[in-house]
């Protein structure tokens, strides 16, 4: 049985990946969940994470986690919810079924695993849940409507399983905006989203592992936010 984990979803690529490496480097023994094979799973297995494929966009991909978690974990340190995507609306879409995609992976995921797993995280004197959310929830989306309301509800989560879970199981948001650029992204892309913040810089995947690890190594914050902007609202 695997005792003291910290659990990632989707982390065999980008943030994800930096953030589980960055927490094994860090003494923290890593779960990651992932859905498409990908370069960072080998990597992950070489390092020493324990590797889980599971497509959390449908019910089944959720409850098997939930069954193999409580058969193969004794204890979690912590519930990282990082498993994201990203689908705008279109003229030419199914608008319904990119919603209720959304809010699959961005809230009916969280939601399910944060109530399946509080036994196995209060075996603990402390755990932790993070939610990755997103800058966007502050002021909207009008490309991605369905994306920024389903990270707005896994954001509201933080508030609500705050106060059901404390004072065993801290639990806290974190707000980015730009992290890291796609490989496909124009150089006239890259320099407008550079103005956006006073900051002005691509920080990198290691800026989430901070922010997690400050949360980790935290005894006093729950049911806040931690933005990571760049200072876009004072721009």
Known sequence: MLEN??????????????????????????VVT????????????????????????????????????????????????????WQGESSTNCNNLIA?????????TPYQLN???TDLMKKLDMADIIHISDYVI??????????????????????????????SIKVNSILPSLIVFNEHDT?????KTLKKSVLGIEPGEAEISNAILFILNSRYMTGRQLKLDGGRHIL
Not at 187 to 191: F, H, P
Request: proline share 1%; with cysteine; aromatic share 8%.
């Open 5 to 30: 984990v910290v659990i990632i979803t989707g982390g065999a690529q980008r943030v994800g990946l930096c953030v589980a490496l960055d927490l094994i480097k860090a003494g923290y023994q890593v």
């Open 187 to 191: 150089e006239s892309y890259k320099t």
């Open 34 to 85: 992932y859905r498409t094979h990908r370069l960072g799973v080998e990597e992950l297995k070489q390092n020493g994470a324990t590797l889980i494929q599971t497509d959390f966009s449908n019910q089944d991909g959720i409850d098997n986690f939930i069954q193999w978690a409580n058969e193969n974990i004794q204890s979690i340190r912590g519930l990282i919810h990082n498993a994201s995507d």
């Open 100 to 108: 209720e995609c959304m809010m699959q992976i961005h809230f009916h």
């Open 138 to 167: 502050e002021k909207g989306s009008d490309k991605h409507i369905a994306y920024s309301a389903s990270k707005a509800a896994m954001d509201n989560l933080t508030l609500s399983f705050a106060k059901l879970l404390a004072p």
């Open 115 to 117: 109530l399946a797993l």
